[in-house]
């Protein structure tokens, strides 16, 4: 278990994370995670009885199970960042069975990967480890490279294989975006009739989100994002943490006219602090009432302290937990074990709170 004293020597320069308490909106105000999140929230909606049993299988399995949040492995980037480019490092999670295995030796509530990858397991481990269906990728063979999310599998079989729920991804802001709505939306009524649940990839896509700096992750923006994926039927939202603000704003500076925004988002609702982005997030996840996960982010230099400082900020701003992959496939099984491990470590932390 990782100690109070390790997770402060990770965060290093950062480790004032850990005594931050004066957040812009209370925590009182939000829905923050319980052991009991799925018959607090869930058992209210129009979910059926088979929803409520699949969500309440992915929060009681694992290191995490019965504590409100959630450790997801994900493993689809043979897609969307190529195969021979995502597993050079690491060959062995060519194999489908690496990857699954990778979830269960690190604990982790479910693993999440491509129709292909878990369809060819399934008989073997759906039994042993919650699977999560991912429906639709980015592909990027098409030469020139196009940007779009196109769908790869279909509920019946997510359904068949004995998978808990699907995942999809949304590129909000996009030329594309109208229709992906309208795609996943079907998709998710469909999923909970069938009694899967949803996780929604609530990403961002448009040049026009660059121009000073890139906003693709600034807090007003995927924000919005997140409220559009609840809107829709998500269980669960997935979205980058944060880096930035004023996304609104630098996209209307000048003549421009987009979207709509208040500048209490950025002095009531929200400040600088990771923490404070982070929570704004949230807000719009219905004030915490559909579970907000973080990614992990790419594989760099320094994994295991960047994957604790995200874990830090994502619980003590009231977040569910994270979905992380590439920090962890891409090295030696049992240093990604490790890392994975270490970030479950946070949420079981009682030192580390809720701002």
Same mark, same amino acid.
């Given at each position: 278990?990782?100690s109070?004293?390790?997770i402060?020597?990770?965060?290093?320069?950062?480790?004032?994370?850990?005594?931050?308490?004066n957040p812009?909106?209370?925590?009182?105000?939000?829905?923050?995670? &319980?052991?009991?999140?799925v018959?607090e929230v869930?058992?209210?909606?129009?979910?059926?009885?088979?929803?409520?049993?699949?969500?309440? +299988?992915l929060y009681?399995t694992g290191?995490?199970?019965?504590t409100?949040?959630?450790?997801?492995?994900p493993?689809?980037q #043979?897609?969307?960042?190529?195969?021979?480019?995502s597993f050079?490092?690491?060959?062995?999670y060519?194999n489908p !069975?690496? *990857?699954?295995?990778?979830?269960i030796?690190?604990?982790?509530?479910?693993?999440?990967? &491509?129709? /292909?990858?878990l369809s $060819?397991?399934?008989?073997?481990?759906?039994?042993?480890i919650?699977?999560v269906v991912k429906?639709? +990728?980015?592909?990027?063979?098409t030469?020139?490279?196009? +940007?779009?999310?196109?769908?790869?599998?279909s509920? @019946?079989?997510a359904?068949?294989?004995?998978a808990?729920g699907?995942?999809?991804?949304i590129y909000?802001g996009? =030329?594309?975006?109208?229709?992906?709505?309208? !795609?996943?939306s079907?998709?998710?009524?469909?999923a909970?009739?069938?009694g899967?649940? &949803?996780?929604l990839?609530?990403? *961002?896509?448009?040049?026009?989100?660059k121009s %000073?700096k @890139?906003? +693709?992750?600034?807090?007003?923006?995927? /924000?919005?994002a997140?409220? $559009?994926?609840?809107?829709?039927?998500?269980?669960?939202?997935?979205?980058?943490?944060?880096?930035n603000?004023?996304?609104?704003k630098?996209?209307n500076?000048?003549?421009s006219?987009? /979207?709509k925004? %208040?500048?209490?988002?950025?002095? !009531?609702?929200s400040?600088?602090?990771?923490? @404070? $982005? &982070?929570?704004?997030?949230?807000?719009n996840?219905?004030?915490?009432? *559909?579970?907000?996960?973080?990614? /992990?982010?790419p594989s760099? %230099?320094?994994?295991?302290?960047?994957a604790v400082k995200?874990?830090?900020i994502?619980?003590?701003a009231?977040g569910? #937990?994270?979905i992380?992959?590439?920090?962890?496939?891409? =090295?030696p099984?049992?240093?990604?074990v490790?890392?994975?491990?270490?970030?479950?470590?946070?949420?079981l932390?009682?030192?580390v709170?809720?701002?």
């Amino acid at each position: 278990m990782l100690s109070t004293a390790k997770i402060t020597e990770l965060l290093g320069q950062d480790s004032n994370l850990l005594q931050f308490n004066n957040p812009k909106v209370s925590k009182d105000r939000i829905t923050t995670p &319980t052991p009991n999140l799925v018959d607090e929230v869930f058992s209210h909606s129009d979910r059926n009885n088979r929803v409520l049993v699949n969500l309440s +299988h992915l929060y009681n399995t694992g290191r995490l199970a019965n504590t409100g949040y959630v450790s997801i492995l994900p493993i689809d980037q #043979g897609i969307e960042h190529a195969a021979g480019a995502s597993f050079a490092k690491n060959p062995i999670y060519f194999n489908p !069975e690496s *990857i699954v295995k990778l979830g269960i030796e690190a604990g982790c509530n479910a693993v999440t990967s &491509t129709l /292909g990858v878990l369809s $060819l397991v399934s008989r073997k481990y759906a039994h042993k480890i919650p699977f999560v269906v991912k429906v639709n +990728h980015n592909e990027l063979f098409t030469y020139p490279n196009t +940007h779009d999310q196109i769908i790869f599998g279909s509920v @019946d079989q997510a359904y068949n294989m004995g998978a808990v729920g699907i995942g999809a991804t949304i590129y909000f802001g996009s =030329k594309e975006s109208n229709r992906q709505i309208v !795609e996943i939306s079907e998709m998710f009524e469909y999923a909970h009739e069938k009694g899967l649940f &949803t996780i929604l990839w609530c990403y *961002i896509r448009n040049e026009a989100f660059k121009s %000073d700096k @890139d906003y +693709h992750a600034s807090a007003d923006l995927t /924000g919005q994002a997140n409220h $559009l994926g609840a809107t829709i039927g998500a269980d669960i939202i997935k979205q980058k943490l944060p880096v930035n603000n004023g996304g609104y704003k630098a996209l209307n500076m000048g003549n421009s006219d987009y /979207g709509k925004f %208040d500048d209490r988002i950025y002095t !009531e609702l929200s400040s600088d602090n990771p923490i @404070d $982005l &982070t929570r704004y997030q949230i807000l719009n996840n219905y004030m915490g009432n *559909i579970p907000l996960i973080n990614s /992990g982010g790419p594989s760099g %230099d320094n994994d295991l302290a960047e994957a604790v400082k995200t874990a830090v900020i994502n619980k003590r701003a009231g977040g569910s #937990g994270l979905i992380l992959g590439r920090k962890a496939f891409q =090295k030696p099984l049992n240093e990604g074990v490790g890392i994975i491990n270490a970030v479950q470590d946070v949420y079981l932390n009682k030192d580390v709170t809720i701002a």
